[in-house]
């Protein structure tokens, strides 16, 4: 009820037709390009989860320490490596230049293009000719619009001036600090009853791990990655034609966007296995390697809406914290009806569910206890027989305030406030006053109305008063006697 969806009148008839795609990743993105810290935090956790990485591959992996890769300590391979970025320097802005969103521009239109040509047997494996492939890479270079469906240019030459972009890149792909990572995935295996490892691999952990690396590729590395990999992924679903199946392609490409720059076969001689099944693996299930994992998700919807206790799925949930105080009236306006409706519900099944006791009850044969339950309904009548109006409880009755004086005059004369408040609702009998009496109320200062009880107490201490002066008379003249 509390989801709220922001509907977009478009007046252009021609994009009416068009289907509308909601992004799932949508806060993810947002939480990568708005804090990427806490992103990079988030997703590193989660990977330590699943794969066990010491803390010097760790700081690797968050960019706090300079990658150690295989064979860095030669003399021979840092020399090589410094010679080809100097290579690398005379290079144009796109091959040989570190990964950027024109260089990517570029490249796209040969993907593109080796889309429509899948079918050609041997490709990626069989060279084009030198001299088409260099006009091509001059052509790219320089930023010039290339026509590669006029036919001068082979599909072949094509594929492996791609190939060519990837291994002059100044690093692989995939990058130098996530390499240790991917040898770690790859060694994810089920583990058998006992707990021991098999050597089955965990495809689920494996994607899930990949998915979790892919999300912290630099934005350019990880644009290219994905597009690379759905055209490989297409090409295996081809391997009838083209017999190139997916490790086929993994050897092809595995030196160019995974392997280590400028390290010789010997210095991989113990991983170039895995790491060439780490690329097969990335080409079969390539379609769900880019989606970010659920709970992910998750967390950067949370982030930015800041309320657990919101559980809806929805896409369309797309509610910004500048929006949310604006929507508080509407939303309890929805809980007040909500809550109108549900109170009415609940009182028409009370109904019908008296109802149903009330039949019940009427058609129990004649016993003791089908009387004692009539009388319950006679002696509530209007909460237990079906289709009455709810009784409505009087109004209470409202308490007179007990006065001062009135306490003053309970103290004094002893008499409740009660009696006297009945001595004026009933009416007073005739009441014989002497002469005395009179006397004795004008020294008291009393008023001339007084109560019943009242007359009656005095002419009672009067009698009291004549008893006692008898009593005295008869003492004096017994002693006389």
Not at 75 to 95: D, I, N, Q, Y
Not at 184 to 200: C, M, P, Q, R, V
Not at 442 to 458: D, E, R, W
Request: aromatic letters at 6%.
């Amino acid at each position: 009820s509390d989801a709220i969806c922001n509907f977009v009148i478009c007046n252009d008839s021609s994009l009416r037709s068009q289907p509308i795609i909601f992004n799932p990743d949508f806060f993810v993105e947002k939480l990568r390009h708005e804090k990427p810290e806490v992103f990079t935090e988030l997703v590193v956790s989660n990977i330590t989860r699943l794969i066990d990485l010491p803390g010097a591959e760790l700081a690797q992996l968050m960019g706090e320490e300079d990658p150690k890769l295989p064979g860095a300590n030669s003399t021979a391979s840092g020399f090589f490596r410094s010679l080809m970025s100097l290579k690398r320097k005379e290079k144009g802005v796109v091959f040989g230049s570190p990964l950027t969103e024109e260089g990517i521009a570029q490249v796209s239109q040969l993907i593109e293009y080796l889309h429509k040509n899948l079918r050609a047997e041997g490709l990626f494996r069989v060279p084009g000719n030198s001299i088409r492939q260099q006009i091509l890479k001059d052509a790219l270079n320089s930023g010039t619009d290339i026509d590669l469906d006029s036919g001068e240019f082979h599909s072949n030459d094509v594929a492996t001036l791609l190939k060519m972009f990837l291994g002059e890149l100044p690093e692989p792909l995939l990058t130098h600090k996530h390499f240790h990572a991917h040898l770690k995935i790859a060694d994810l295996t089920l583990f058998d009853e006992k707990g021991n490892k098999t050597s089955t691999p965990d495809k689920e952990r494996q994607i899930e791990a990949l998915q979790l690396l892919f999300l912290i590729l630099p934005a350019p590395n990880r644009s290219l990655l994905k597009l690379l990999l759905d055209l490989l992924y297409q090409t295996a679903k081809k391997q009838d034609k083209n017999k190139m199946s997916a490790h086929n392609l993994a050897l092809m490409f595995a030196p160019h966007i995974l392997w280590p720059r400028n390290v010789s076969t010997n210095d991989l001689q113990e991983n170039i296995t895995k790491l060439n099944n780490g690329v097969t693996f990335m080409i079969k299930h390539s379609q769900k390697l880019f989606k970010a994992p659920v709970y992910i998700r998750e967390c950067a919807r949370l982030h930015y809406l800041g309320s657990r206790a919101h559980t809806s799925k929805d896409d369309l949930d797309l509610l910004t914290s500048s929006g949310s105080k604006e929507l508080q009236p509407l939303k309890s306006q929805k809980r007040s009806r909500l809550d109108s409706c549900h109170q009415e519900e609940t009182q028409q099944r009370t109904e019908e569910a008296l109802k149903e006791l009330f039949l019940h009850v009427h058609n129990m044969p004649d016993s003791a206890k089908k009387k004692k339950l009539i009388r319950q309904f006679n002696k509530h009548p209007a909460a237990l027989t079906p289709g009455s109006d709810v009784p409505t409880s009087p109004a209470p009755r409202r308490t007179r305030s007990r006065s001062f004086s009135g306490l003053i005059k309970r103290k004094v004369l002893g008499t409740p406030v009660i009696l006297e408040r009945k001595s004026r609702d009933s009416t007073p009998e005739p009441v014989r006053v002497s002469k005395e009496n009179v006397q004795l109320l004008q020294k008291c200062g009393s008023p001339a109305h007084m109560s019943q009880a009242k007359l009656k107490s005095l002419e009672g201490q009067k009698e009291g008063s004549c008893r006692r002066m008898r009593a005295r008379l008869l003492s004096k003249d017994s002693s006389s006697l």
